[in-house]
């Protein structure tokens, strides 16, 4: 099993659609985890971290499960700049961090 | 957020040259930073984690003599591309480790477009 594992999509989804995408990790002892979003050409920027209770920012919401080994992130009443590859991330500790491979969002018009 | 430059953000060099790429935490001290490299429509592949201070640890299969990396403050790391050639062209990125408040994150600079003609 991957360390991190995501559905690479793409995820076609009309504008003003909720979106949902989830990350799975293998690795029971991990710490903590982030979602990121890097847009073509550019580097990955911090979309938020996720916490065990889950955590809401704006339309986002990204969410813990450990004893699934899983985080997901919704994306309510999309937007066309909610376009881009969003990486699911993990931190073992001790320096080792697992990125995703990503998972690429289209919104349409 | 924090913010994490990287210098230059592109440069086109001849073949056999030798590049050197800054990344730099400008507001806050970064015992650990990473570099990762990138190549179109691919996924971060991570090359190396420079700690301050001590040797780089590098990731299975990332040349130690070809990709050095010099972690020599808390603010400053660089990778050094020597002996450059067409098939190391890509897109190279740094992050540095930021611990604060009780959480642990990682930012990431703008990243370098290396071209190698």
């Known amino acids: 099993r991957k360390e991190v594992e995501q559905d690479p999509g793409p995820f076609n989804v009309p504008e003003g659609a909720t979106v949902a995408f989830n990350c799975t990790y293998s690795?029971?002892?991990?710490?903590?985890f982030f979602w990121y979003r890097q847009d073509c050409r550019k580097e990955p920027k911090l979309l938020m971290s996720?916490?065990?209770s889950g955590n809401e920012d704006g339309r986002f919401t990204a969410q813990l499960n450990r004893a699934s080994q899983y985080i997901s992130l919704l994306i309510r009443d999309s937007k066309l700049s909610d376009s881009a590859t969003y990486l699911c991330?993990?931190?073992?500790?001790?320096?080792?961090?697992?990125f995703g491979k990503g998972t690429r969002l289209h919104i349409l018009p | 957020g924090a913010v994490v430059s990287q210098h230059p953000s592109w440069v086109i060099c001849k073949s056999g040259t030798s590049v050197k790429i800054e990344c730099r935490s400008l507001?806050?001290?970064?015992?650990?930073m990473f570099w990762y490299r990138q190549f179109p429509k691919q996924s971060l592949m991570l090359m190396a984690t420079?700690?301050?201070?001590?040797?780089?640890?590098?990731e299975q299969g990332v040349e130690k003599d070809k990709f050095l990396i010099n972690h020599a403050s808390l603010t400053l790391s660089t990778l050094t591309v020597t002996s450059a050639h067409p098939e190391d062209s890509s897109f190279y990125i740094c992050?540095?480790?930021?611990?604060?408040?009780?959480?642990?994150?990682?930012?990431f600079g703008p990243g370098t477009r290396l071209t190698v003609l």
């Open positions: 996720v916490y065990s």
């Open positions: 992050s540095a480790r930021q611990i604060a408040g009780g959480a642990d994150t990682q930012y």
């Open positions: 507001d806050f001290q970064a015992t650990t």
């Open positions: 690795n029971s002892a991990s710490q903590s």
């Open positions: 420079s700690n301050e201070g001590s040797k780089a640890t590098y």
């Open positions: 991330v993990v931190n073992l500790g001790d320096d080792k961090i697992i």
